[in-house]
């Protein structure tokens, strides 16, 4: 994508349904805690009736507060 002069950046989120290749993507502005969790929204909207598995590296956004309640009150 050309940006003509100046640095631009989108954080993009995705995964993959190892059954059929079908991907999921995120776009958002940034990559935080916030934006991780709406992420973890999308994925719950589109696979509420599915078991899902996710293989995360350690980034911070990936286990603070906000998220460790999210899941623990997701199930």
Known sequence: ???????????????????DGETVLHQAG???ATTFLDFLRVLKERYSDR???LVL???????TKMVREFLREEG
Not at 2 to 15: D, Y
Not at 57 to 63: E, F, M, Q, S, V
């Open 30 to 32: 940034a990559a935080n």
């Open 57 to 63: 590296d350690n980034a911070r956004i990936h286990h």
């Open 51 to 53: 078991l899902v598995v």
């Open 1 to 19: 994508m050309p940006t003509f002069g100046h640095h631009a950046h989108i954080s993009l989120f995705g995964a993959v349904n190892v059954h």
